[in-house]
């Protein structure tokens, strides 16, 4: 089946340092999946931050950036400079549309903490 | 804004006994998803919906039954519960399929703890 492995957290960085969250895919069921980032703050239910359908293309959000590589089968999660804000669970799944609605295959989270 | 609620927030339950979970949406969307997180484990899909009165298997089913009495409205119910179903639970809506549709809204989670 499909399945997304992602950095196992906590990870804990510095206010305005550099942020990277690694995934990669495995998408047997289809092809083209799409990709998806959802971050959860305390408190609150999973939101998109970022996603991508076309393999080659980079999605950005909130600072964030995230490129499909399809030859890799990754779609890392990166930010050049955090925020104290930025302190959440991040998400990294794949998608695949079809009758079955929109399944998607989440990694496991990654929690992030930013030290001020 | 889109919206999704769940109710409870959480909820220690007795072994053996039955968990009603419910989840609204505002969205007006057409598919309802429960998804269960465990430690280690990412979001699984246990049923979903895409139309009142209709419920679908999802990825891990067993020991749970779901029920769309309306577009709205979407419950999970575990009626023995058991040990193994301590988790937190998900729920989302979202429009029907379609690579521009298919973002998910979730909500606030559920957590249940069984005893």
């Known amino acids: 089946g499909d399945s997304v492995t992602q950095t196992e957290g906590p990870v804990t960085v510095s206010e305005s340092e550099s942020l990277i969250i690694n995934c990669t895919y495995s998408?047997?069921?289809?092809?083209?999946?799409?990709l998806f980032w959802y971050v959860r703050y305390p408190g609150e239910g999973l939101q998109l931050l970022l996603k991508?359908?076309?393999?080659?293309q980079k999605g950005s959000s909130r600072g964030f950036e995230a490129t499909y590589n399809k030859e890799t089968t990754s779609f890392h999660l990166q930010k050049a400079s955090v925020q104290e804000s930025d302190s959440a669970v991040y998400y990294c799944?794949?998608?695949?549309?079809?009758?079955?609605?929109?399944?998607?295959?989440f990694g496991i989270g990654t929690r992030v903490l930013v030290r001020p | 804004e889109a919206a999704v609620t769940q109710s409870p927030r959480s909820k220690v339950a007795v072994t053996g006994g039955k968990v009603t979970l419910s989840c609204h949406q505002t969205?007006?969307?057409?598919?309802m998803y429960w998804y269960r997180q465990d430690t280690g484990h990412g979001l699984r899909l246990i049923h979903y919906?895409?139309?009142?009165?209709?419920?679908e298997k999802g990825d891990i089913p067993d020991g749970y039954k779901a029920s769309r009495p309306s577009q709205e409205n979407f419950s999970l119910i575990l009626e023995l519960a058991s040990l193994s179903q301590t988790a937190v639970y998900f729920c989302?809506?979202?429009?029907?399929?379609?690579?521009?549709?298919?973002?998910?809204?979730f909500g606030p989670g559920t957590r249940l703890l069984v005893l």
């Open positions: 989302a809506s979202s429009d029907a399929p379609g690579q521009f549709q298919d973002t998910q809204y």
């Open positions: 998408a047997t069921s289809i092809a083209y999946p799409n």
């Open positions: 991508v359908i076309t393999a080659g």
């Open positions: 799944a794949l998608g695949a549309t079809n009758s079955a609605g929109n399944k998607l295959t």
């Open positions: 969205n007006n969307h057409d598919y």
């Open positions: 919906s895409y139309v009142a009165d209709s419920t």
